[in-house]
């Protein structure tokens, strides 16, 4: 199966990967991202007893952690930006099963690693702790859900989607979005990136809406998450703008953002913050809103591409 209009080439031939730049500011937007859901997940560890639940630091900490959901919305516009930028440059897909062999090695072997590890320490260690967040939502191990992890497909039932490792669930929705992708560009191809852009995000948040309003394929924050099809092909436009952008070469464009780091960072956590805080007001105070976190993750995830643009 091969996408490409002239001939057939594997993704990211070696004189593709030699042309492609690296760019530093995009390593620093994953390193943070990855760190934030680090303390993201350990605060939610922590177990509060009594008045110490009004502990002021403990509250602060709590504050400015419990948008991790944010970073992993970073992860899939990320992925659409990065995967589509070479193909963008010369203009073919290349070889799909390629794609997806390379695609199945990076992700899921480390995945099962992964899983291994942590089944690994609940059977000598972690089994036995009570009370905390983890054991809540990630005890007990069942055999169903160890075969649903397996397949990719957990985040699909919610009474295994958070089972092992809560933070399992967005490798599932990422790797089935990657098999998606070859799809998302042909249509891309055919209709264009931006009437492509609208066609996958109003399809993807219907899907969505359909799940919540009937509760099936688990609707939560952590499930099957749909609406990530829109924030992926975010990625992918913006790497389409500026690889073909008039009078300045993919790496002459995205060098602007190296060359201002500081203006584009502190844009980007404005507009975060701004969303941030009208869905923290929302909840908090109970406003007449309908503002739920699969809107806000759009909302505030088209500020990275306008960082690449």
Not at 65 to 86: E, K, Q, R
Request: charged fraction near 10%.
């Amino acid at each position: 199966m091969n996408l490409s209009v002239d001939k057939s080439i594997v993704l990211l031939e070696p004189q593709v990967r030699h042309n492609t730049r690296h760019f530093g500011w995009l390593d620093q937007i994953r390193g943070v991202a990855a760190l934030y859901v680090v303390c993201h997940h350990a605060v939610m560890q922590i177990t509060v007893v009594g008045d110490h639940a009004h502990d002021p630091i403990y509250r602060i900490l709590q504050l400015l952690t419990i948008y991790g959901h944010y970073a992993v919305d970073i992860f899939i516009v990320i992925s659409g930006f990065c995967l589509m930028l070479p193909i963008a440059a010369r203009q073919e897909f290349g070889n799909v099963w390629i794609f997806y062999l390379r695609r199945t090695v990076r992700i899921v072997l480390p995945y099962y690693a992964a899983m291994a590890v942590s089944l690994i320490l609940i059977y000598l260690l972690l089994g036995e702790i009570d009370g905390s967040h983890w054991a809540e939502v990630s005890l007990p191990v069942t055999f169903d859900s160890i075969l649903k992890h397996m397949l990719l497909i957990h985040q699909w039932f919610p009474e295994a989607a958070s089972k092992i490792n809560p933070a399992f669930w967005s490798v599932g929705v990422e790797y089935q979005i990657y098999f998606l992708f070859p799809l998302f560009y042909l249509i891309a191809r055919i209709i264009g990136f931006v009437y492509s852009f609208i066609l996958v995000t109003l399809t993807s948040y219907a899907l969505w809406g359909v799940s919540f309003y009937f509760d099936i394929f688990n609707p939560s924050s952590t499930g099957t998450s749909f609406y990530y099809c829109s924030l992926f092909f975010m990625g992918m436009v913006a790497a389409n703008f500026v690889s073909h952008a008039k009078g300045k070469s993919t790496s002459s464009r995205l060098g602007i953002i190296d060359q201002n780091a500081t203006k584009f960072a502190i844009a980007g956590l404005f507009g975060i913050l701004i969303v941030a805080i009208l869905g923290f007001l929302v909840e908090r105070f109970a406003l007449p809103l309908f503002f739920p976190l699969q809107i806000q993750s759009f909302l505030w995830a088209c500020f990275f591409p306008y960082c690449c643009i």
